[in-house]
């Protein structure tokens, strides 16, 4: 190894040595990634058909979601490839930024769309108007100055309240028509020692977010859909003083005694995934969360009218006249690449042919109405979907629809503060506003 | 083989300090010349500009008839020694050995046979799959050697190999490398502090003082005649007693009723004859000591300086008790001294007197006590205050002498030196 | 089983690669002193290639490998003149491989650095001065909003820590310690004894509830970062001291330390599963599942929601790294005790010392290096204290500390600005440090 | 060595049953020894008690794990393995299962351990034992690198691994670094770690290899080595306690790593390193945490197993790194 005396014969040599084994290094490189099935390579968007998608759907749904492209993959001859990460939406803004991002991103959050409209591709309009049967106001959350940005993929049904029918039956407690009817069943249901709901906002990069979707509820039964579209466009001030009686009304109704199980302050520990799951043991009689909650109920718990648990549309109150509100969410399909292929995908997952291929698979909601529900692998899918069917107005969920930094941020806080009790739910909005980003 | 030539090297640090000053000295073929001197007098820089460890700034520098100076320490053919060996640990005591010719990409069945060849000459044989770890001092030192001489470079150089074994060990190693040296006539420099081992086994001995060569010589010239005080007090052990003196007319003997005399067989003593006895003397504080006319012969520069001060170098052995005959023909004289301390080795026995006279106290002394320690030199001061001027003899063991006693002892003036008493040099012509 | 082969010949073709060009960099240089002529050339081709491909307006290799290939030849032929007019003196080209060396060797590292720490850290200082996505500078602006956020920096009611409960304790172990002292008097000629075990440890008790009181008062995401400073630098060094002191004479000392150690390898996603074991909470009445509670609940408390509660929920975070830090502490400050030489502690044995004593007065200031640098390594890791801090709270409940709100700021809210601001802040919140260790490296001098 | 007083020994009052040299004050003082023990062994319990936790957690099932403390295992020892199962099943997704992305880690965490281990030797050898112009300028610039907060690279570097880096220039655009579209690929992401654990590796090293003695380069100089091969042949193998002290921690960290995994790889499952895919295993709405029990008792096992395989060198390396002067 004595470089003293070496001739330059031996110095070309271990020159081309060196060079040679570093390609042979990154030959490998791309092999492995070949033999791992090709992911990588066109993480920044490479020149073939591939179109790759991610977001925050994982394990089971992600492979429903993968399987309902089976048949689309077949006819166009396009391969998809999607990648769940639950933090997704953490993620993405590096990703975009680093230029690595993927062609079809799925947003929870329409209103995250807003932060990153210089990165997204407008749908065409030949391709949106083949967006039908969507009910109103959906596409228009994903439209930014006249244009498209993102089509529905999914959706969410979150009015719902899980009840568990036999321990009903049992106390003689009934599904509750209105408002008036839950609120009065809550409070026998305190009398008899029944302790009404189970509530938990723990959601570790979320904790916060099903208080939201409460306070959204009741702002549609309290003042309507006007307030709050008005309270979703910023119209009215975040502190306005019918959101205030609004989330005080929520937070009063929480903090009545023997109202939630563990009380008020077990609320923000709870996490959401496990605070339901009282209500099989009859710990609690109520667990209002959407119909995304089936997952959560343990392996082999019966679903339905004769099951372990089921679920009801959360009433309104019958001296409003608001019609069936209904509080929806979903997930929005975005380009951040303008190749046809991408484009073909996205026209795809708008169409009602995509519902009808994932409905089967369960553990899915299809913002389509003209999805054929018989479709729905189970009874309770059913259900929900005539609960969406039905409702009028729909109103899709407010913290979904603002700001990234308010919706995603400090209005989930501002949860936390409340429950907490860490601020006054004056304080607290107050701080939201002026978080609002002008 | 090769000769070793220093032209006026320095070794200047970039803060402007000086390692070593323009150093000029030639080591001769097959030499083993000493670089001795105190600690940090910059002997073991010296080395290290010849190893090419450090870089001469100026002068010259020649192996056999090659410049030097500007090659890296591989391509000057040499090897070296060092203080605490050096050896590399992870390196088997055969590899430690073979790993220069190794290096040097020596065919392998060459390299096994000269590292044997080299690991019996040192009775390595039964230790070369060890680690350096493994091996005891001594071991560690030959291995070190063995190192040095499997290359059989032209230049030896060897910093204070010695210096980490202990005291008995040390004078077999000793011994050990000189014949070693003599037998493969490879041209030496060897870096020591102990001038047992400078005068033991150097066939010249360079003596170095803050950078500057002091004197290079045989080791029984420097002893017999050192060219200074520096030199006088740093060679030998007990070391030079130095004393400041007059130098006086012959005259004042009479006054002080001294005479030389020259000792003869059975312990008795002859006055000296005419001629014999010279006409100068020497004061030391209130007594005198005559110069015989044989000192002038050798030092005739003496005759101009009487009247003026000179340092006096007395060397123990030339310091008997009155009581014990001097060696036959010796020429002596007696002086008397107050006993201080004796310490009897069994052959001999040191006796640490005192005299009525002022110790030489010059930069040289200071440096040379200093060294020996920072004690020696508050002892060195303190005695020159008070004006007694150590004397040290090496007297014969059946001497009677009482520590606390004054005494007489006889001083062999043939043998007294003179130094100037300014600069310090040898008084010679 | 294929693709584990395909990785490990690529792991080996890579690190065989980047060392044998090294080595053949070497080889080059090396060329100088016997063949300047082909070192020349060579060295000229190797310069061309870059060279070429930056000259390349296309990008590197548009053309194929046309441009650094044609780069390595014009290269090549300008060495080839070079050493044709100016061949050096044998002189010079002796001490030519001396002068490239150094750069050989740290080329490979510092290019690796510059890309990936000193550019990105300059560019994040000059996006902490530009708007939102960096369009426009709005000076100090981002500065501005980012200290204004009562989140991020608040002194409202800093008062409350002076009438805090904790405030008068501390304050009450300050005043005796000094009594203490001073009452003692003068301990043999060595003035007031402030170095002494009852007035350290007094010292540092005080200074730990004084900053509980501010954790009880203050709120932001700065003071949080401070809190976790000071406690699990602190309770990691001391507890590592106290473990290594103690591991060090009793049984089974390997086995002990390495359990200790363990938390170091767990990752942060495991790290957090962990702890959820520990601090989980159910309401009252149902069984709780997180030990801390079973422990509370059993002896006869409130479940409580450890990691939600401010303010002390931040605690609870802080001990999870404390658990992870002090196996670190704890394996160089015994291998530090391990090192002091005996005839120390023997000496002070026969000087009649008890062991407290001589841990005190020998052990002690001997590790004292090492425990400077455990220290400041701490330091170093807890400001940038994120993983733990995300898994656990997300930064909710008051928990936040800087670097997650840097990461909340750019990433989520997709406000580079403010995350660089944040970013910067931590720079200058670490600058003291730096001076520190820069310093310290200086005394240590570079051998 | 405990000190026997001979007086109190041979003192009057010592009972029969008391063996003689074994005096009470000794026997005082060897239960006092054995007080350390006890301490330390106490401290090593609370310190193991949350792995353990978790460790009895991942062999419980599902329902089990939500509803009772892991403790309550001592009464009804109901044990499954039903968990890794669940995690070494490849669960639905088409991604590769959990051995593929242990392979992944593997792929990411070796080059990402040894290379830098490469770089940062011949760096702080230069350091350490080469004299250049602003030596100690530049290596104390190394040194405050230290600090500097990672996330904020995360940005730029993946922008660097996709798109290059350009500049516009005489109105053309020239490319300061090619776009060699790493990102997605393990590449990206060793690549990145190679930087990140650069000063820590060079600062390890450095005070390990500047501690060698001089005199070893000076004889190895004089046996004519020039600075390569005493690099190769004397500070390599005398280094390798620092070595494998960094190797630990690099690997530790990267195996560990997260965040610049998940940046680099993006949309690319799979090439996901394990952590990624813990990440994935709770099921979208977390409802599945359970399964990371067994999930995460995999991840830790292989580090786990280094660290005590390496731990000898881990102690002098680190020792020697930190200790000096």
């Known amino acids: 190894m004595d470089r003293r005396r070496r001739g330059p014969a031996r110095t070309l040599l271990t020159i081309a040595l060196a060079v040679s084994l570093l390609g042979a290094a990154c030959a490998d490189d791309d092999d492995g990634d070949e033999s791992a099935g090709g992911g990588g390579n066109e993480g920044g968007g490479g020149g073939d058909k591939v179109v790759t998608m991610a977001g925050p759907e994982v394990e089971v749904e992600a492979q429903g979601l993968a399987d309902s492209f089976a048949a689309f993959e077949e006819e166009t001859g396009i391969p998809i490839e999607y990648s769940g990460d ?57 439209t930014i100055d006249g244009d498209l940005y993102g089509v529905p993929a999914k959706a969410d049904l979150k009015s719902l309240v899980w009840y568990d029918p036999a321990a009903f039956e049992e106390k003689g407690y009934v599904v509750p028509e209105t408002m008036e009817d839950l609120l009065s069943m809550a409070d026998d249901m305190i009398a008899n020692g029944d302790t009404p709901f189970c509530i938990g906002i723990g959601s570790d990069a979320a904790t916060g977010w099903p208080m939201t979707d409460w306070i959204e509820d009741f702002m549609l039964r309290l003042k309507g859909p006007d307030v709050y579209d008005q309270w979703v466009a910023h119209e009215i001030p975040f502190d306005d003083p019918d959101v205030i009686e609004v989330v005080q009304y929520v937070y009063d109704l929480w903090s009545t005694e023997g109202m939630v199980y563990g009380g008020l302050e077990n609320i923000a520990a709870t996490p959401f995934a496990d605070a339901g799951l009282p209500l099989l043991d009859g710990e609690c009689m109520m667990h209002r969360q959407g119909n995304f909650y089936a997952a959560n109920w343990p392996e082999g718990t019966e679903i339905g009218e004769d099951g372990a648990v089921n679920a009801f549309y959360l009433p309104t109150f019958e001296d409003q006249d608001f019609g069936q509100v209904t509080l929806s969410g979903g997930i929005y399909a975005v380009a951040f690449s303008d190749r046809q292929e991408v484009l073909d995908v996205l026209e795809f997952i708008g169409s009602v042919e995509y519902a009808d291929a994932r409905a089967p698979v369960g553990g899915f909601l299809a913002p389509n109405q003209e999805t054929d529900t018989s479709l729905y692998p189970s009874e309770i899918e059913q259900t929900f979907a005539g609960i969406l069917a039905d409702a009028d107005p729909v109103r899709f969920d407010a913290s979904d629809l603002m700001p990234g930094a308010v919706g995603a941020g400090t209005f989930w806080t501002a949860a936390v503060d409340i429950v907490s009790g860490n601020k006054t739910v004056e304080e607290a909005l107050t701080s939201v506003e002026e978080s609002w980003p002008s | 083989m090769a000769s070793v030539t220093l032209d006026q090297v320095s070794k200047q640090y970039p803060n402007g300090a000086y390692g070593i000053r323009d150093i000029s000295l030639e080591v001769l073929d097959g030499e083993l010349l000493v670089l001795v001197g105190p600690s940090g007098c910059g002997k073991s820089t010296a080395l290290r500009c010849v190893a090419g460890l450090e870089d001469v700034t100026h002068g010259r520098l020649l192996i056999g008839d090659r410049s030097v100076e500007h090659l890296p320490p591989k391509d000057r053919d040499i090897a070296m020694v060092f203080q605490n060996y050096a050896l590399y640990p992870h390196m088997t005591v055969a590899q430690n050995i073979g790993f220069a010719l190794k290096l040097a990409r020596r065919p392998k069945a060459e390299i096994a046979s000269r590292v044997d060849e080299v690991a019996r000459s040192l009775q390595l044989e039964q230790w070369l799959d060890r680690k350096p770890a493994q091996l005891s001092g001594g071991q560690r030192q030959r291995v070190a050697m063995g190192r040095a001489i499997v290359r059989d470079p032209a230049v030896f150089l060897m910093d204070e190999p010695l210096s980490n074994l202990d005291a008995k060990l040390r004078v077999q190693v000793r011994t050990e490398i000189a014949r070693l040296q003599r037998e493969l006539g490879t041209t030496t420099i060897y870096v020591t502090h102990d001038q047992t081992e400078a005068m033991t086994m150097g066939d010249r001995v360079a003596v170095l003082r803050d950078g500057r060569l002091q004197q290079v010589a045989p080791p029984e010239e420097l002893y017999a005649d050192p060219d200074n005080t520096f030199v006088a007090a740093f060679i030998g052990s007990p070391s030079m007693s130095l004393i400041e003196g007059t130098i006086v007319a012959g005259a004042e003997l009479a006054d002080a009723g001294v005479a030389a005399s020259r000792s003869v067989a059975g312990g008795g003593a002859v006055a000296l004859g005419k001629g014999e006895a010279g006409d100068l003397a020497v004061r030391l504080g209130d007594q005198v000591l005559p110069i015989p006319e044989t000192v002038l012969a050798r030092r005739p520069a003496l005759r101009g300086l009487v009247g003026s001060d000179v340092v006096v170098g007395i060397r123990p052995e030339d310091v008997e008790a009155h009581d014990i005959g001097h060696r036959e023909g010796d020429v002596v004289a007696p002086l008397t001294a107050h006993v201080e301390l004796r310490e009897s080795l069994g052959s001999e026995l040191l006796v640490h007197m005192t005299i009525a006279a002022r110790p030489a106290l010059t930069d040289d002394t200071r440096t040379v006590a200093a060294d020996a320690d920072a004690h020696a030199v508050d002892v060195l001061e303190r005695q020159a205050e008070a004006g007694r001027a150590a004397v040290i003899g090496r007297f014969d063991p059946r001497s009677k002498v009482q520590t606390g006693t004054d005494i007489l002892v006889n001083v062999r003036v043939d043998a007294l030196h003179f130094f100037d008493a300014s600069t310090g040099d040898a008084i010679r012509t | 089983m294929a693709r584990l082969l395909t990785t490990l010949l690529q792991v080996v073709a890579l690190v065989g690669g980047t060392i044998g060009l090294f080595v053949a960099a070497n080889a080059v240089v090396d060329l100088a002193r016997t063949r300047f002529t082909l070192y020349s050339v060579l060295a000229g081709a190797v310069v061309g290639v870059p060279v070429g491909a930056l000259a390349n307006s296309g990008g590197w290799f548009k053309g194929g490998a046309l441009w650094p290939v044609g780069g390595a030849i014009v290269g090549a032929g300008i060495g080839a003149l070079r050493a044709r007019f100016r061949q050096p003196s044998p002189e010079r080209a002796r001490r030519i491989p001396d002068r490239w060396r150094p750069a050989i060797f740290l080329f490979p590292a510092l290019s690796f650095l510059f890309v990936g720490l000193v550019v990105p850290a300059v560019r994040t200082i000059y996006l902490s001065f530009r708007s939102r996505r960096g369009e426009e500078s709005v000076g100090l602006e981002n500065y501005r909003t980012i200290l204004g956020d009562s989140d991020v920096f608040s002194l409202d009611n800093a008062g409350a820590i002076f009438s805090s409960r904790l405030f008068l304790i501390a304050a009450v172990i300050l005043v005796v310690a000094v009594a203490y002292v001073v009452l003692r008097g003068p301990v043999r000629g060595r003035g007031l004894d402030a170095g002494g075990p009852v007035p350290v440890v007094s010292l540092s008790t005080t200074g730990a509830l004084f900053v509980l009181a501010m954790m009880g008062a203050l709120r932001g995401v700065i003071w949080n970062n401070l809190f976790w400073v000071v406690f699990v630098t602190g309770f990691s060094t001391v507890l590592g001291l106290a473990i290594a002191a103690l591991a060090d004479r009793a049984a089974g000392e390997s086995v002990a330390k390495s359990l200790i150690f363990m938390p170091m390898a767990i990752s942060f996603v495991g790290a957090s599963v962990i702890w959820r074991f520990v601090y989980a909470f159910v309401p009252a009445g149902g069984d709780q599942i997180g030990l801390l509670n079973g422990v509370w609940v059993g002896a006869g408390g409130e479940p409580q929601a450890w990691i939600q509660n401010r303010p002390w929920n931040s605690l609870f975070l802080i001990f999870i790294l404390i658990w992870i830090q002090t196996g670190f502490a704890m394996v160089l400050l015994s291998a530090a005790i391990k090192g002091v030489p005996h005839e120390l502690v023997e000496a002070a044995q026969v000087d009649g010392a008890s062991e407290g004593q001589i841990f005190w007065r020998v052990t002690l200031p001997s590790i004292r290096p090492t425990l400077v640098v455990v220290v400041t390594t701490l330091i170093v890791t807890v400001l940038k204290v994120y993983d733990i801090v995300k898994v656990m709270t997300n930064g909710e409940f008051g928990t936040s500390v800087i670097a997650n709100q840097m990461f909340q700021e750019a990433f989520i809210g997709r406000e580079l600005g403010k995350g660089s601001t944040l970013a910067v802040l931590l720079f200058i919140a670490v600058l003291p440090l730096m001076a520190f260790n820069v310093a310290r490296v200086r005394r240590e001098g570079v051998a | 060595m405990t000190p026997i007083d001979p007086v109190e020994a041979a003192a009057p009052g010592l009972t029969a049953d008391e063996p003689l040299g074994e005096p009470a004050t000794a026997r005082a003082y060897r239960r006092l020894r054995a007080l350390p023990t006890f301490v330390l062994w106490g401290l090593v319990a609370i310190w193991s008690l949350p792995t353990l936790g978790m460790l009895v957690s991942s062999f419980r099932p599902e329902d089990e794990v939500k509803t ?117 690929k393990p590449t990206s992401v060793w690549l990145t770690h190679i930087a990140f654990g650069m000063p820590l590796a060079i600062f390890l090293l450095h005070n390990y290899i500047a501690g060698l003695p001089a005199d070893l380069m000076e004889a190895a100089r004089i046996d004519g080595a020039d600075h390569p091969t005493i690099f190769w042949r004397l500070v390599l193998p005398l280094s390798v306690p620092a070595l494998a002290a960094f190797a630990i921690f690099q690997f530790l960290w990267v195996w560990n790593d997260y965040l610049v995994a998940s940046t680099f790889l993006g949309t690319s499952q799979d090439a996901a390193p394990m952590t990624v895919r813990l990440a994935t295993l709770s099921g979208s709405r977390g409802q599945d945490w359970h399964l990371l029990t067994a999930a995460a008792f995999v991840s830790i096992a292989l580090p786990v197993a280094v660290f005590f395989g390496l731990q000898r060198y881990f102690v002098r390396g680190l020792l020697a790194g930190s200790v000096k002067g």
């Open chain 1, 86 to 142: 639950r933090s997704f939406e953490e993620q993405i803004g590096g990703q975009v930024d680093g230029g690595n991002a993927p062609d079809i991103g799925f947003f929870p959050q329409p209103g995250k769309i807003a932060d990153f409209q210089e990165d997204l591709v407008p749908i065409p309009s030949e391709i949106a108007d083949t967006f039908t049967g969507l009910p109103e106001g959906l596409l228009e959350r994903a």
């Open chain 4, 68 to 184: 009772s403390g892991w403790w309550t295992v001592v009464a009804d020892r109901s044990l499954t393995l039903a968990n890794y199962d669940a995690v070494f099943s490849t669960s639905g997704t088409d991604a590769p299962n959990m051995w593929g992305h242990f392979l992944n880690s593997m792929a990411i965490t070796i080059p990402a351990t040894l290379i830098p281990l490469a770089f940062a030797a011949f760096a702080a050898y230069a350091f350490a034992w080469m004299d250049f112009p602003f030596r100690k300028g530049i290596f104390v610039f190394v040194v405050g690198l230290l600090v500097v907060p990672l996330q904020m690279s995360l940005v730029p570097l993946l922008q660097l691994s996709t798109g290059g880096a350009h500049i516009s220039a005489f109105g053309e655009t020239f490319t300061l670094f090619p776009d060699l579209d790493l990102a997605g």
